[in-house]
């Protein structure tokens, strides 16, 4: 697989990388611990080098079945670059939480979790606006930076506004962002000032959280415990995180004109991740899935032609016709 420069971190990545949210066994439903392991083990032997996780994640469970895998004999945990997050463990979730104590806290459980002296990359887990404006948090990262319980550091957002307050700060080496068909305003000014500064872009909900598999319809149910159930209008958190902030309904209308597009060599889901790949402001794309046979398909798109103009022009028509007014001046 082919791979692309993380920002200034000096890591080189798979464009296809590993999100881990899925197998923590929270908000998608329940998942079994050796299922969890397994999916990472098929990710790395495809060849992928980039896994993301969280610390709440199952609670720990994600980080926890990361470390596992990578402790296995057959897996070098140098040739792989572990993400995880800190800051959603904050109970309530606010921007005094985000101070040098609870932030080391945060991530000593993590380096326990994961088993590891030293985190390769840390991101604040889409924190409140007003940590952006806070100088003092980003002094704590480059402390723990400094006594080397992280390599790296950077953040995961919701909103774009809060991705270019973030790499004003110098510390920040990656942004983790929504990115997909449906949710396309990265590519304006942020992917701009992005590559401008040497940030790593990480693209998480690539798939819209299923929409643009091809395998959810109108019928679809899912578990009470699934995000996609209780989250629809951002009742738990930002509804964003949940078809990427589209209406269901509309959202299936909007994969049906897409579908029409579709390269005769290729699954929606492939056609999705490669018009993600086809910008190239972005270092790695974190599909997740508990399928190993997905997480090989997904695998597979990175080798793929770039997709044609024409195809681009048509899903750009269809953003404006369907997502737009819903999606685009919200994040």
């Known amino acids: 697989m082919q791979t692309r420069p993380l920002g200034q971190t000096g890591y080189e990545v798979t464009e296809i990388g ?3 949210w899925n197998i923590g066994g929270a908000a998608w439903g329940d998942v079994e611990d050796e299922a969890g392991r397994e999916v990472v083990r098929t990710a790395l032997d495809s060849g992928v080098d980039f896994l993301d996780t969280a610390d709440v994640y199952g609670d720990g469970t994600s980080e926890q079945h990361i470390g596992a895998v990578l402790d296995e004999s057959d ?15 904050l109970e309530p979730h606010t921007a005094e939480g985000y ?18 002296e030293t985190l390769d990359l840390l991101q604040l ?14 002094d704590a990262l480059d402390d723990l930076k400094a006594r080397g319980k992280i390599a790296h550091y950077g953040v995961s957002v919701e909103k774009v506004e809060q991705a270019l307050k973030a790499i004003e700060y110098p510390g920040v080496e990656t942004v983790q962002i929504i990115f997909n068909m449906f949710r396309q305003r990265p590519a304006e000014l942020f992917f701009e000032e992005a590559k401008r500064r040497n940030v790593g872009v990480i693209v998480r909900v690539p798939l819209a959280s299923g929409l643009l598999t091809g395998a959810i319809d109108r019928e679809t149910e899912f578990p009470e415990n699934d995000h996609r159930n209780f989250n629809r209008e951002g009742e738990a958190f930002d509804r964003g ?4 902030g ?8 909007a994969v049906e004109a897409v579908e029409k597009h579709v390269p005769e060599n290729m699954t929606l889901a492939q056609m999705a991740l490669r018009w993600i790949l086809d910008h190239d402001a972005v270092s790695t794309v974190i599909p997740g ?3 190993p046979e997905h997480i090989r398909d997904n695998v597979a798109a ?15 028509d269809i953003y404006e016709e369907f997502v737009s007014d819903d999606v685009h001046h919200r994040w």
Do not use: W
Not at 125 to 138: L, R
């Open 289 to 291: 899935s508990t399928s």
């Open 75 to 89: 897996y070098d945990r140098e040739n792989v670059v572990v993400a995880t997050k800190a800051g959603r463990r």
């Open 241 to 244: 995180e949940t078809f990427a």
């Open 302 to 316: 990175a080798e793929m032609e770039p997709l044609s103009h024409e195809i681009h022009g048509a899903v750009r």
């Open 18 to 20: 590993l999100g881990t």
């Open 125 to 138: 887990h889409c924190p409140p606006n007003e940590v952006y404006y806070q100088p003092d948090v980003f």
């Open 99 to 116: 101070n040098a104590e609870n932030l080391e806290r945060f991530v000593d459980r993590s380096r326990e979790n994961l088993g590891t």
């Open 246 to 253: 589209l209406p269901f309904e509309r959202g299936l209308d």
